[in-house]
């Protein structure tokens, strides 16, 4: 069966620290892969998608980035993170059709 | 206007009764609509798909309609297990799914 990690489950960080999440599924080959980001009492806003190794698409301008080094794994940075970043970060995986998408279980960030 | 719009709520339910709540989306376009579930604090987990014919599992019915563009969500004999937040999400080109803000749901005794 398939599964998605996600770590740490959470995190608090200074002004001006870099950043690296990570996410990886287990049990399927090529799935797309996305992280969103749902800030307190808000939905979920999609950061970055990718369909593919090396395959990254951004939805929102801001100071993140994502990478895609290997098949099943999906990394979210940042170089220098702003108090706005705080936020709950979730990383799904999905085999693409109508199967929606599986959530891991999240980052909860807080920049401080 | 928003992709997806959902009333936030909370519903107040009484244990045993049923509520039943609705999302409006914008895109003509899209084409497959889920219900997802997000209890306190935790990653959302798929409740259901939402058919062009309705559909329904267990005590809980989706319905679609395209004519209006809003998808309902109904949940029968309430347990207080079904307190969480419920997000209407609709899929259009590309499997990118869009997400409502969620309608909060509490069920009491």
């Known amino acids: 069966s398939q599964t998605i990690h996600q770590w740490p489950a959470t995190l608090v960080q200074p002004v001006g620290s870099p950043l690296s999440l990570e996410c990886t599924v287990e049990g399927t080959s090529n799935p797309n892969l996305y992280w969103y980001r749902q800030a307190a009492g808000r939905g979920l806003q999609l950061l970055f998608y990718s369909v593919g190794i090396g395959q990254i698409s951004s939805e929102v301008p801001q100071n993140l980035s994502a990478s895609r080094p290997q098949d099943r794994q999906f990394i979210l940075s940042s170089k220098k993170l702003l108090l706005s970043d705080s936020g709950f970060y979730l990383c799904?995986?999905?085999?693409?059709?109508?199967?929606?998408?599986?959530f891991g279980s999240g980052t909860r960030l807080t920049v401080v | 206007r928003k992709e997806v719009e959902q009333d936030p709520g909370p519903f107040n339910v009484p244990e045993g009764a049923t509520v039943a709540f609705n999302c409006t989306y914008s895109n003509s376009a899209s084409q497959s609509f889920f219900w997802y579930r997000q209890d306190c604090r935790k990653e959302p987990k798929l409740l259901m798909s939402v058919y062009s014919s309705g559909n329904e599992d267990g005590r809980f019915t989706a319905q679609l309609n395209r004519a209006s563009q809003y998808i309902s969500l109904l949940i029968r004999d309430s347990k207080l297990s079904d307190s969480a937040t419920y997000l209407c999400v609709d899929q259009a080109a590309g499997n990118k799914l869009t997400f409502g803000g969620g309608t909060r749901v509490l069920v009491k005794p």
């Open positions: 799904a995986w999905s085999i693409g059709g109508d199967y929606g998408y599986t």
